[in-house]
Antibody
Framework: QVQLVESGGGVVQPGGSLRLSCAAS????????MHWVRQAPGKGLEWVTV????????YYVDSVKGRFTISRDSSQNTLYLQMNSLRTEDTAVYYC????????WGQGTLVTVSS | EIVLTQSPGTLSLSPGERATLSCRAS???????LAWFQQKPGQAPRLLIY???SRATGIPDRFSGSGSGTDFTLTISRLEPEDFAVYYC?????????FGRGTKLEIK
């Protein structure tokens, strides 16, 4: 069964850090472009970042540049999102996804940034 | 950055009716890399259409996508009760891969 399972969400204070993980099964993370998308409570979808299939290219939405880093571990078949200098506006459910045209999404993990 | 404008914001229709949702881009979407998603409360988005007009696996043929350049449309030919949800378009031709703000399809 092909699936993506996110973990690592939780409550963190402003300025803090979290690392999200996205474990894949039935699907090879290192062979595909992988994305993170977030959704603030009651709001729409916001694309956050992508890593290319060969890992050489990474793009970020402006609001997270310099604070978030996308990476992957082929041995663990896992995608990561390292989030530093967190702000209250980063509060959201974070989804990992495979290639957009394939429609593979995880169930999401909630990140709450609050003092 | 490509801005996607979805209209209407809310669409009120009855089961059996036809729904037409619009997604307009602020600049040309490269290679018609435009996707449509359906989202229900508490669920992850579900891919309906990719490449502007290709149905994703398992999507009923009452869903169809059309358009190119800057103007795209999602049509649901005959609404079923399970189709009432929020619909988003996303362009994935140029980073950042932006989403529209969504159209809420509600039961009239």
């Amino acid at each position: 069964q092909v699936q993506l399972v996110e973990s690592g969400g939780g409550v963190v204070q402003p300025g803090g850090s979290l690392r999200l993980s996205c474990a894949a099964s039935g699907f090879t993370v290192s062979s595909n472009g992988m994305h993170w998308v977030r959704q603030a409570p009651g709001k729409g979808l916001e694309w956050v970042t992508v890593i290319s299939s060969d890992g050489s290219t990474k793009y970020y939405v402006d609001s997270v540049k310099g604070r978030f880093t996308i990476s992957r571990d082929s041995s663990q078949n896992t995608l990561y999102l390292q989030m530093n200098s967190l702000r209250t506006e980063d509060t959201a459910v974070y989804y990992c996804t495979g290639p957009i045209a394939e429609g593979l999404w995880g169930q999401g993990t909630l990140v709450t940034v609050s003092s | 950055e490509i801005v996607l404008t979805q209209s209407p914001g809310t669409l009120s229709l009855s089961p059996g009716e036809r729904a037409t949702l619009s997604c307009r881009a602020s600049q040309t979407v490269w290679s018609s890399r435009l996707a449509w998603f359906q989202q229900k409360p508490g669920q992850a988005p579900r891919l309906l259409i990719y490449g502007a007009s290709s149905r994703a696996t398992g999507i009923p043929d009452r869903f169809s996508g059309s358009g190119s350049g800057t103007d795209f449309t999602l049509t649901i030919s005959r609404l079923e009760p399970e189709d009432f949800a929020v619909y988003y378009c996303q362009q994935y031709g140029n980073s950042p891969y932006t989403f529209g703000r969504g159209t809420k399809l509600e039961i009239k």
